[in-house]
């Protein structure tokens, strides 16, 4: 699992507070300010905005509260 940031966007801050406040363990990836220099982001995902979640087949990108639904679902014991 990977999630893409901006570390001065607020919104990717929602999220990473989110999993430092609940341990959860992500690979955290810093994306460059502009958005033409996104390659990675783009390759993977196909678009530059963050926070941008990758999982496997599943990608949420540039949406905070869903991004938090999605790691506080996969989070639940079965």
Same mark, same amino acid.
């Given at each position: 699992?990977?999630?893409?940031?901006?570390?001065?966007?607020?919104?990717?801050?929602?999220?990473?507070?989110?999993? !430092?406040?609940? &341990?959860?363990?992500?690979?955290?990836?810093? $994306?460059?300010? +502009?958005?033409?220099?996104?390659? #990675?982001?783009? !390759?993977?995902? &196909?678009?530059?905005?963050v926070?941008?979640? $990758?999982?496997? +087949?599943?990608?949420?990108?540039? #949406?905070?509260?869903?991004?938090?639904?999605?790691?506080?679902?996969?989070?639940?014991?079965?």
């Amino acid at each position: 699992m990977k999630l893409y940031v901006l570390r001065t966007c607020p919104y990717c801050q929602h999220v990473l507070h989110y999993i !430092q406040e609940n &341990g959860i363990n992500i690979d955290i990836v810093e $994306v460059p300010r +502009d958005h033409g220099a996104r390659t #990675d982001l783009q !390759q993977v995902s &196909g678009q530059t905005y963050v926070p941008t979640l $990758v999982d496997g +087949d599943t990608l949420i990108a540039d #949406d905070d509260d869903r991004i938090i639904a999605y790691l506080k679902d996969a989070a639940r014991p079965d």
